[in-house]
């Protein structure tokens, strides 16, 4: 029997509903919540996700700000904009769109942002409280990859679960995530031998690499929850992520399409962020 599909979308939607009751409740004492997103430069990917995530701001009840650069802005121009974004109380959120330009610091740019505003939670700080346990925010896909799990009603205590993938935004949260949920964790990456030997043991996959095709069927147990984080192209130019999702779906129990799995979950996490850092004022 073919693997159940995880409907990022419609989970996405359930989610959203609750994030703009909150606001609404928030709003109606006089805290309506608020992202500043910013963008330098005109990245075309870069300015459909703030477009989509302005979007979604106005979608749940939020008050957003999109504020757009030159790619020529100076470093010290956009930490002194950060800065009076911290000092905004009408601004509970910041965001800043990655990729930056060449001359801009990133992690100069990441760490410049208040703490209690880190709803894309990729501060030192951030990660520290996601190490340790403690409440903060989370990096927003790892998050939605989580509650993707969560609405398949499995309980991760005691699973393996394989996360393919060690980077900071996705794949060493993502293991932290699963850890605290009580798996035991395999991260595994470009260094590893055998990575199909860490697969078929796994009773969660999490794929999150970039390359299309890393995880096929030969390399998953029967009944797997297979959570595919890729955003590629194949030959034709369709979008696809990093699973054989055909293949994969013949042996898995459940997974996550692309388009439709990850992807509307991202946003829907940092509006969730958001408004918890709304609701902590």
Same mark, same amino acid.
């Given at each position: 029997? %073919?693997?159940?599909?995880?409907?990022?979308?419609?989970?996405?939607?359930?989610?959203?509903?609750?994030?703009?009751?909150?606001?609404?409740?928030?709003?109606?004492?006089?805290?309506?919540?608020?992202?500043?997103?910013? /963008?330098?430069?005109?990245?075309?990917?870069?300015?459909?996700?703030?477009?989509?995530? @302005?979007?979604?701001?106005?979608?749940?009840?939020?008050?957003?700000?999109?504020?757009?650069?030159?790619?020529?802005?100076?470093?010290?121009?956009?930490?002194?904009?950060?800065?009076?974004?911290?000092?905004?109380?009408?601004?509970?959120?910041?965001?800043?769109?990655?990729?930056?330009?060449?001359?801009?610091?990133?992690?100069?740019?990441?760490?410049?942002?208040?703490? +209690?505003?880190?709803?894309?939670?990729?501060?030192? /700080?951030?990660?520290?409280?996601?190490?340790?346990?403690?409440?903060?925010?989370?990096?927003?896909?790892?998050?939605?990859?989580?509650?993707?799990?969560?609405?398949?009603?499995?309980?991760?205590?005691?699973?393996?679960?394989? @996360?393919?993938?060690?980077?900071?935004? $996705?794949?060493?949260?993502?293991?932290?995530?699963?850890?605290?949920?009580?798996?035991? $964790?395999?991260?595994?990456?470009?260094? +590893? #031998?055998?990575?199909?030997?860490?697969?078929?043991?796994?009773?969660? @996959?999490?794929?999150?690499?970039?390359?299309?095709?890393?995880?096929?069927?030969?390399?998953?147990? #029967?009944?797997?929850?297979?959570?595919?984080?890729?955003?590629?192209?194949?030959?034709?130019?369709?979008?696809?992520?990093?699973?054989?999702?055909?293949? $994969?779906?013949?042996?898995?129990?459940?997974?996550?399409?692309? %388009?439709?799995? $990850?992807?509307?979950?991202?946003?829907?996490?940092?509006?969730?962020?958001?408004?918890?850092?709304?609701?902590?004022?």
């Amino acid at each position: 029997m %073919p693997a159940q599909l995880i409907d990022g979308i419609l989970l996405s939607q359930q989610l959203r509903a609750d994030i703009a009751q909150r606001a609404a409740t928030l709003s109606a004492s006089g805290r309506q919540p608020g992202l500043a997103v910013i /963008l330098v430069g005109e990245d075309p990917a870069s300015q459909v996700y703030v477009r989509n995530k @302005v979007k979604a701001c106005a979608d749940v009840g939020f008050h957003s700000v999109l504020e757009k650069y030159a790619a020529e802005l100076p470093e010290a121009a956009l930490l002194d904009r950060i800065a009076a974004l911290n000092a905004d109380p009408a601004i509970h959120g910041i965001l800043v769109q990655m990729p930056l330009p060449r001359h801009i610091n990133p992690h100069k740019v990441i760490e410049a942002i208040s703490t +209690t505003k880190d709803v894309d939670g990729y501060s030192v /700080l951030s990660a520290g409280e996601l190490m340790t346990g403690l409440e903060g925010f989370r990096p927003c896909t790892p998050y939605g990859c989580m509650k993707l799990i969560e609405s398949t009603g499995v309980d991760l205590r005691g699973k393996h679960a394989v @996360v393919i993938g060690r980077s900071n935004t $996705v794949g060493k949260p993502m293991g932290l995530l699963l850890l605290q949920a009580n798996a035991t $964790v395999t991260i595994c990456h470009s260094a +590893t #031998p055998d990575l199909a030997y860490h697969t078929r043991q796994a009773d969660v @996959v999490v794929a999150a690499v970039g390359r299309r095709n890393t995880l096929t069927a030969d390399m998953v147990k #029967p009944g797997a929850i297979v959570i595919d984080v890729g955003m590629n192209r194949d030959d034709n130019g369709k979008l696809c992520g990093d699973v054989d999702t055909a293949g $994969v779906r013949e042996v898995a129990s459940y997974i996550t399409p692309v %388009p439709g799995g $990850v992807g509307p979950m991202t946003i829907t996490m940092l509006l969730m962020n958001t408004v918890e850092a709304a609701e902590r004022t």
